[in-house]
């Protein structure tokens, strides 16, 4: 039995401004939605267009308040060709929410305040 992964959910209080920041701050864009007709909720996939590997954003209509992260200790990770120009472009944007130096890594939050890590291609 083998298992591979398909993709991750996260789920967004303002889905364009979500859609609109995942394309500009890492290239990430629509490969699929699911629009049900009593509009209660959307689905977006989103790709990278390298990977089959995809990021669920759910929009729920009835949901009003900001998703409680706790801790907020889990994140996606993505590998960038362009370490130097990433982080200028994050720094630009204002999306830097960490960075470890030591490590070679630094995290992006987006709308929703999710942490995104970005890592340098070796």
Not at 12 to 24: M, N
Not at 74 to 82: G, R, S
Request: charged share 25%; net charge negative.
């Amino acid at each position: 039995m083998k298992f591979s992964f398909n993709h991750n959910n996260i789920n967004v209080l303002d889905l364009q401004k979500s859609l609109e920041f995942y394309r500009e701050s890492l290239g990430l864009v629509e490969v699929g939605r699911i629009e049900p007709q009593d509009g209660s909720f959307i689905i977006v996939y989103l790709g990278d267009g390298l990977t089959p590997h995809r990021l669920e954003l759910t929009w729920l209509r009835d949901r009003t308040e900001p998703y409680n992260l706790g801790d907020n200790e889990f994140h996606l990770a993505l590998v960038v060709d362009d370490f130097k120009a990433a982080y200028e472009h994050h720094k630009k944007m204002g999306c830097i929410c960490y960075e470890n130096q030591e490590m070679g890594i630094y995290f992006i939050n987006d709308p929703d305040n999710y942490w995104v890590e970005i890592l340098p291609a070796h």
